[in-house]
């Protein structure tokens, strides 16, 4: 199946649609979100990428990354794909947008103009396994030390949204 995604201007206007593999490969600016999941403990919830995702197979992220369809909102795709991903939804609030671009090894460049969402959740995860190898609830300092020492290990846009959503929710000191 040839996904497609939706290629935006660094004011995330829509300039047009494009495979999504043929996208990374020629690193083209495409709309993106990010969800980062809390639940009332202030654990955040983390995914373990699968291995065989075209890039960062294998690293902890944030609980669900993905793109709208051509013509489908991007409140509409935010629910799906959290559903699809970790099996469940609840409401979601937009906290920024950033822009990135990363090459990685594979010669595939992921160049994102990326809108991040955060909700809380408490109930059941159930995640895709073709999506997602593993997830755990993490204390927010535990987390804070593991990426300081093991930063490979995380996905680079968590790394970059993280600070961030953790100075929204009030969870830096």
Known sequence: MN??????????????????????????LHR???IFIFNSKGEMLL??????????GGLWTNACCSHPRPDERLGDAIHRRLKEEMGFDCEL????????????????????????FVGIYDGKVKPNPEEVED??????????????TNEKRYTYWF???LPKVLKFMGKID
């Open 3 to 28: 996904e497609k995604i939706v290629l935006v201007d660094e004011n995330d206007r829509e300039i047009g649609t494009e495979e999504k593999l043929k996208a990374h490969k020629d690193g083209k």
């Open 32 to 34: 993106a979100f990010s």
């Open 47 to 56: 995914q373990k990428r699968a291995k065989n995702k075209y890039h960062s």
């Open 93 to 116: 609030k937009k906290m920024f947008h950033f822009i990135y671009k990363v090459k990685f090894d594979n010669n595939l460049t992921e160049h994102e103009f990326d809108h991040v």
């Open 135 to 148: 997830f755990k609830w993490i204390n927010i300092k535990e987390l804070i030390k593991d990426i300081r």
């Open 159 to 161: 790394n970059i949204a």
